[in-house]
């Protein structure tokens, strides 16, 4: 919920940002993941709900989307590829004419998802910690989530699929350069490297929404709907409720005025931090957050 407890002085420069529609939406469509990753922004994992949203009312969404001008969705969860409907969803917005963007930690990927994964449309992302095996399963909660993940990256690279991969700076011991290279080593060329930013899991303990964690692009250009249909302004910025696609047209939720306020309670930073690898379209996308680092 809204908590004016967040909200800076009004920018009249971030205020003329916020009359259109966004051209790039994320659609969370499960918080259910195999992996239980430390850093976790949405505190997925095995026991994480699919929410309250229906395949149909996802559907409902994309049309909506479509009809106002939205260009591209992004599937998110938890991990995307273990909701039964994602390929459904898939084809439903391409059908719409969307780009489609798809952040999945490639633990699983079924025939029928590397098929639609093919297309020229469908780009994937994907996160990576670490070279050594022990340390990347520390990371996920997973033993068997590195040698998966990579088997999967390099099965994209072979068939042409452009992959991200976001190295996310966890562990002081963590070699980041050393992972990046096995990236490159497997044919990725499109490599983000950034520290955790202290939401979800990455808190360690200390309660509550930390608004100037956020990257401060969130709600420019982007909107996310969570797994219940709840719309914000970024996954990240799960706290800041502007209502519910549920009950509200989409259009009417971004254009309305819960929207334009929630959007001043967003820190707009001076040094243009980084959105988050797994909420930004791919690198070809113009409404590209600038990273932290890219190598």
Request: net charge neutral.
């Given at each position: ?10 920018d ?9 529609i966004?051209?790039?939406l ?13 850093h976790?922004?949405?505190e ?31 599937f ?13 969803l ?29 297309q ?32 999967s ?26 992972a990046a ?8 060329t ?19 929404p ?78 590209d957050?600038?990273p932290?680092?890219?190598?």
């Open positions: 919920m809204l908590t004016t407890a967040l909200n800076p002085l009004p009249p420069s971030v205020q003329a940002l916020t009359g259109g966004p051209s790039f994320e659609l969370e469509i499960t918080g259910f993941c195999q992996l239980r990753c430390i976790c922004y949405a997925s994992g095995p026991h994480g709900g699919r929410g309250t949203m229906t395949t149909l009312d996802w559907e409902h969404v994309i049309d909506q989307a479509a009809a106002i001008g939205v260009r591209m969705v992004q998110i969860g938890g991990e995307p590829t273990l909701e039964p409907a994602l390929p459904r898939i084809r439903h917005a391409l059908g719409n004419g969307l780009r489609v963007y798809v952040y999945s930690n490639l633990v699983r990927v079924t025939p029928e998802l590397w098929e639609l994964f093919s020229p449309a469908v780009p994937l992302g994907t996160s990576w910690y670490s070279a050594d095996p022990g340390q990347h399963s520390r990371i996920t909660g997973s033993r068997s989530s590195c040698a998966r993940a990579r088997a990256i390099a099965e994209a690279v072979r068939r042409g699929i452009p992959v991200r991969a976001a190295i996310v700076g966890i562990a002081p011991d963590q070699d980041v350069e050393r290279a096995e990236l490159r080593r497997l044919g990725v499109d490599i983000r490297i950034r520290p955790a930013q202290g939401l979800g899991r990455a808190a360690l303990g200390v309660a509550g930390d608004a100037p964690k956020l990257c401060g692009n969130c709600g420019l250009d982007r909107a996310a709907i969570l797994p219940d249909g709840q719309l914000t302004p970024c996954a990240m910025a799960r706290w800041l409720d502007c209502g519910s696609v549920r009950e509200t047209p989409l259009a009417n939720l971004l254009t309305g005025p819960l929207w334009q306020h929630t959007l001043t309670l967003v820190p707009r930073h001076a040094d243009v931090r980084a959105c988050a690898p797994d909420d930004c379209p791919p690198a070809s996308d113009g409404n957050c600038p932290a680092s890219c190598r």
